[in-house]
C-alpha cells in the first residue's frame, strides 16, 4: 500500500503533547515527535518499506508502529482512497490560505457531533441545567470594560434622530472612502455609540445578568468592546478613548491621531485618513471563553464582530453619515494605541465615518455590457 502526508495536516503541543492534526475528518492524535520526521519521510506516495529507507536510524518496529498510528489518525492517506481525494480537494480549494485558515475551519467544524458539545442556544440557564458547572463569580469578567482613571466626557442624551425609513436606510447605505472633512458632532457620534454598542435591557441568565445590544450576538456575551480613533469631532480632541457603554461615556486613553496615522493603521489605506472617526472592535475574549471553552467559540465573535459592523453601517446612514469598514489594519499597531493587550483583548475589525462627499471620487461606475461580457454569471457558462 502507498501513501502520503496528508496535505491537510497541523502539528502542534498541546500540554506538552505533540499532536498530529489532520483536518477536516483526522483525528487529534498524541505521539512521538519523531512522528514529524517518519510524516517528512512520506512528502510523495511511497510504500513503508520506501520510507523505511530514509529512517534507518529507527528500528523497523518504531516505524511500523508510527505508521499504524498515523493511518489510523488520519495523517496519512491511502493512495485512492476517497480521504485522499478529499484531502487534495480541500489543499486545492483552500490553496494559499492554508494551513491557518483551513485549519481553524475544519477543526472548528461540527463539533457538535461529539459528546462534549456545547450547547448552542447560547441560553446560560440552558447550560447550566444541563449539568455544567458555572465558573465561580468572582472569575466571571465584567460585563463592560471601564478606565476608571482616565478622564472622562459624559455624552449627550438627546433625541436619537433615527427616524429615517428602514427601507431608504437600506438602500442607502454604501461604503465610503471620500468625506467632506466637516466634522461630526459630539451628539451625532453619541448617538450613534449608545445606538449600536449601549445596552438595550438586562437580561437574568440564571447566574447573574447580562445586557442585550441591538445588534444579536452569541449568548449575549458582549465580548466586543468599542474604541474610538477620533480625527475630526466637534468638542473632542484628537486622539483615542473607550466608548464606555454603561456611562455612555468616553473615556480618553491616549492623545492625538492625525490622517496619516489613521491611514498608516488602516493598513496604508489613503481613504483611512478622511472619515470624521474610526471605532476599533476589540473582543475581550474571557467573556465569550468563561462560558464557551470551546475554539468554534471564535467564529462566534467574528461573525458578533460582523453584526456590530452591519449595525454600524446602517446607523451611521440613518444619521446622514457615511459608514466605511475595513478588515485590512495593522492588528499590533491598533492594539497599541487603544492601549490594548493583544492577548486577552485583540482588534478584529476596524469600523469609520464622517460626512460622505457628494459626488464621491471612487464611486465604482454601474456594471455595463462590457462588465457583463467578462463575467461568469453562472456555474458552468463561459
Ligand atoms: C468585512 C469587510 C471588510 C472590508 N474591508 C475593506 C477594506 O479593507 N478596504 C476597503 O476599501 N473596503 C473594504 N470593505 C468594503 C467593501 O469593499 C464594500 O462593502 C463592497 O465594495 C460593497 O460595497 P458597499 O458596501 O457599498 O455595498 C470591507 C467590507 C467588509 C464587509
Known amino acids: 500500500m502507498r501513501l ?19 483536518h477536516p475528518h483526522g483525528t487529534p492524535t498524541a505521539l512521538h515527535p519523531a512522528a514529524a520526521e517518519i510524516l517528512a519521510a512520506f512528502e ?16 523497523p518496529d518504531t516505524v511500523e508502529d508510527a505508521v499504524e498510528a498515523l493511518v489510523r489518525s488520519g495523517a496519512l492517506l491511502a493512495h485512492g482512497s476517497a480521504a485522499a481525494q478529499l484531502d487534495e480537494r480541500i489543499a486545492g480549494q483552500w490553496g494559499a490560505w492554508m494551513p491557518e485558515a483551513s485549519f481553524f475551519h475544519y477543526a472548528t467544524q461540527d463539533v457538535y457531533d461529539s459528546p462534549q458539545a456545547v450547547d448552542p442556544s447560547g441560553e446560560e440557564r440552558d447550560a447550566g441545567a444541563a449539568g455544567s458547572p458555572g465558573p465561580e463569580r468572582e472569575s466571571l469578567p465584567p460585563l463592560f470594560t471601564g478606565y476608571p482613571d482616565a478622564p472622562r466626557l459624559l455624552l449627550p442624551r438627546g433625541p436619537a434622530g433615527l427616524g429615517a425609513p428602514f427601507e431608504q436606510v437600506l438602500y442607502d447605505r454604501r461604503t465610503h472612502r471620500d468625506f467632506t472633512g466637516a466634522p461630526v458632532s459630539l451628539e451625532t457620534l453619541a448617538t450613534l455609540l449608545a445606538t449600536v454598542f449601549g445596552p438595550v435591557d438586562f437580561i437574568d441568565c440564571g447566574r447573574g445578568a447580562l445586557y442585550r445590544r441591538t445588534s444579536p450576538q452569541g449568548g449575549s456575551r458582549q465580548e466586543i468592546d468599542a474604541y474610538v480613533g477620533v480625527l475630526g469631532v466637534s468638542g473632542l480632541a484628537p486622539g483615542w478613548y473607550h466608548y464606555n457603554g454603561l456611562q455612555h461615556a468616553l473615556e480618553l486613553l491616549s492623545e492625538g491621531l492625525t490622517p496619516a496615522e489613521a491611514a498608516r493603521l488602516c493598513a496604508d489605506q489613503s481613504w483611512a485618513a478622511r472619515p470624521a472617526f474610526l471605532v476599533v472592535l476589540a473582543a475581550r475574549l474571557e467573556r465569550m471563553s468563561v462560558k464557551y471553552p470551546t475554539p468554534r467559540a471564535y467564529r462566534v465573535c467574528l ?49 469609520a465615518a464622517g460626512h460622505p462627499a457628494a459626488a464621491p471620487q471612487d464611486a465604482p461606475p454601474p456594471a455595463g455590457l462590457p462588465a457583463f461580457g467578462a463575467t461568469a454569471l453562472l456555474d458552468g457558462r463561459p
Open 44 to 59: 510523495e506516495w511511497s510504500t513503508p518499506d520506501e520510507a523505511a529507507g530514509h529512517l534507518d536510524h529507527l528500528t
Open 303 to 351: 461573525l458578533d464582530a460582523g453584526h456590530l459592523g452591519q449595525t454600524f453601517a446602517l446607523t451611521a446612514t440613518a444619521l446622514g453619515l457615511g459608514p466605511a469598514q475595513t478588515g485590512a489594519f495593522r492588528d499590533s499597531a491598533v492594539a497599541g494605541r487603544c492601549g490594548l493587550d493583544n492577548t486577552g483583548h485583540t482588534p478584529l475589525y476596524v469600523l
Open 4 to 22: 502520503r502526508r496528508s496535505r491537510c495536516l497541523t502539528c502542534y503541543w498541546h500540554d506538552s503533547a505533540f499532536v498530529v492534526h489532520p
